[in-house]
T-cell receptor, first 115, second 111 residues
Framework: DADVTQTPRNRITKTGKRIMLECSQT?????MYWYRQDPGLGLRLIYYSFDVKDINKGEISDGYSVSRQAQAKFSLSLESAIPNQTALYFC??????????????FGPGTRLTVL | KQEVTQIPAALSVPEGENLVLNCSFTDSAIYNLQWFRQDPGKGLTSLLL?????REQTSGRLNASLDKSSGRSTLYIAASQPGDSATYLCAVENSGYALNFGKGTSLLVTP
C-alpha cells in the first residue's frame, strides 16, 4: 500500500464550485505539505503544516485553505475554483527525526481541471 | 529567493550511455538537496538526498554530487536503460521546510 495517498486522483469541476482534495499518510510523519505543479513553472508550495496545530502559508496560498484533521490527514480546499487553478496537486510528508533530514515523500497527485 | 535551474531541459540518449544531469541554485545556504524522478501522470519518487555537509550520495546506478560553494549539483546515471526515461527534478531546501524545485530535465533513453 502507498505511504502517501491522495483522493481524488482526477477531478473536473466548474468555476465557482468548492473543491476539497484529501491527503492521507501512513509514514507517521509530522510534517505535511501541499504543492501545485504547472507546465513550465515547476512545483510551488501552497501550504504546509508541522503538526496538527501548526499551519502555515506557502508561496501561493491565495484562493486556497487547508485543514489538518489529524497527524495523518491534510486537506486542501478551493473555496471558489477558478480556471487558473487547473493544475496537478501534490501532497508530501517529511519529518526531522534523526537520520531523516526532512526528506520529503510525495503522493501520486490529483489532476484538477476547472472549466 | 532561491532560484533553481536545470540544464538541459530535455535529453535523448541511446541505451547503455552514461549521462549527467545538471542543477544549479543561487543561494548556497542550503539545508539539503533532493533529486526526484517523475513518470508521466505519476507522483514524484525521491531518488537521493544530499545533506548540506555531504559531497555526494550513491544509490545503485545513480550518483549525486553537491558543490555548495559553486551552487551546483549533478546527477550521474550509469549504463542508462529505457526504464530510466522520465523527468528528473532537482529540489533545494533552504529554510528547513519548503523545497524549491527546478523545472526538470526530461530524459528519453532509446533502445
Amino acid at each position: 500500500d502507498a505511504d502517501v495517498t491522495q483522493t481524488p486522483r482526477n477531478r473536473i469541476t466548474k468555476t465557482g464550485k468548492r473543491i476539497m482534495l484529501e491527503c492521507s499518510q501512513t509514514k507517521g510523519h509530522d510534517r505535511m505539505y501541499w504543492y501545485r505543479q504547472d507546465p513550465g513553472l515547476g512545483l510551488r508550495l501552497i501550504y504546509y503544516s508541522f503538526d496538527v496545530k501548526d499551519i502555515n502559508k506557502g508561496e501561493i496560498s491565495d484562493g486556497y485553505s487547508v485543514s489538518r484533521q489529524a497527524q495523518a490527514k491534510f486537506s486542501l480546499s478551493l473555496e471558489s475554483a477558478i480556471p487558473n487553478q487547473t493544475a496537478l496537486y501534490f501532497c508530501a510528508t517529511s519529518d526531522l527525526r534523526a537520520g531523516s533530514y526532512n526528506e520529503q515523500f510525495f503522493g501520486p497527485g490529483t489532476r484538477l481541471t476547472v472549466l | 529567493k532561491q532560484e533553481v535551474t536545470q540544464i538541459p531541459a530535455a535529453l535523448s540518449v541511446p541505451e547503455g550511455e552514461n549521462l549527467v544531469l545538471n542543477c544549479s541554485f543561487t543561494d548556497s545556504a542550503i539545508y539539503n538537496l533532493q533529486w526526484f524522478r517523475q513518470d508521466p501522470g505519476k507522483g514524484l519518487t525521491s531518488l537521493l538526498l544530499i545533506q548540506s555537509s555531504q559531497r555526494e550520495q550513491t544509490s545503485g546506478r545513480l550518483n549525486a554530487s553537491l558543490d555548495k560553494s559553486s551552487g551546483r549539483s549533478t546527477l550521474y546515471i550509469a549504463a542508462s536503460q529505457p526504464g530510466d526515461s522520465a523527468t528528473y527534478l532537482c529540489a533545494v531546501e533552504n529554510s528547513g521546510y519548503a523545497l524549491n524545485f527546478g523545472k526538470g530535465t526530461s530524459l528519453l533513453v532509446t533502445p
